[in-house]
């Protein structure tokens, strides 16, 4: 099985901190992504990542940059917190660049609160 | 997202009692993707439909995709607690490398004793 794993849980950090979310994938998936989810918006693609070193926007990049140093690990930055930015966020990854050919698999989330 | 709709928004239903969720998107799909998320965590993969008329079964729970590739039902027989969560439909809309899903606001399913 796939397994995708979030570093935190739970977070809480302050406004204007730098904070890191890092995700890792066990299954040599060329494809990583990071969401955010909140209520009555869904998820929406912040990032996302088709090779090491490479990385494309999604739709709401505003505020956070990614790194993808090594193939299984994808990272979610956020240069300076704000609480707009509390939420729950979402590391998932696939085998193929083709979707069709393979889902995502999702990491459990992490749960960011910026006080 | 507006391309992608789900209802209802949130269903409660009694165990036993069967019950389905919609998924209706505004243009043609290339692939439609459900998921299940439990309170609070990640979401976790059930189905895959890619053909129009397509109907994929796993356990209990029954997908299928019609014939314009605008709109996906999930169909639960005999409900079970275990099957209460969030489920979401993604939706495929583009063909081609490093693609990327669109998801539903998602139907929270309650079942009750």
């Known amino acids: 099985d796939v397994k995708v794993t979030q570093s935190s849980r739970y977070l809480v950090k302050r406004t204007g901190e730098k904070v890191f979310l890092e995700c890792v994938q066990d299954?040599?998936?060329?494809?990583m992504f990071w969401y955010r989810q909140d209520p009555g918006l869904g998820l929406r693609l912040i990032y996302f990542?088709?090779?090491?070193?490479?990385?494309e926007k999604g739709d709401i990049p505003e505020g956070y940059s990614v790194s993808r140093e090594k193939k299984e690990r994808f990272s979610l930055i956020l240069e300076s917190a704000s609480t707009n930015q509390t939420s729950m966020y979402l590391c998932?990854?696939?085998?193929?660049?083709?979707?069709?050919?393979?889902?995502?698999?999702f990491g459990n989330g992490t749960r960011l609160t910026v006080t | 997202s507006q391309e992608l709709e789900q209802s209802p928004q949130s269903l409660i239903v009694q165990e036993g009692k069967n019950l389905t969720i919609n998924c209706t998107s505004s243009?043609?799909?290339?692939?439609l993707y459900w998921y299940k998320q439990k309170y609070g965590e990640g979401l976790i993969f059930l189905m895959m439909l890619q053909k129009g008329g397509e109907e994929k079964s796993h356990e209990k729970i029954t997908a299928k995709l019609d014939e314009k590739k605008q709109q996906s039902s999930l169909h639960i027989t005999a409900s079970q607690p275990s099957h209460a969560g969030i489920y979401l439909c993604?939706?495929?809309?583009?063909?081609?490398?490093?693609?990327?899903?669109?998801f539903g606001t998602g139907t929270r399913l309650q079942v009750t004793l």
């Open positions: 993604g939706a495929d809309f583009v063909t081609g490398t490093a693609s990327k899903l669109t």
């Open positions: 998932a990854s696939s085998l193929f660049a083709l979707l069709g050919n393979s889902p995502l698999h």
């Open positions: 299954m040599d998936h060329e494809n």
């Open positions: 243009k043609t799909l290339y692939g």
């Open positions: 990542s088709y090779d090491v070193k490479m990385k």
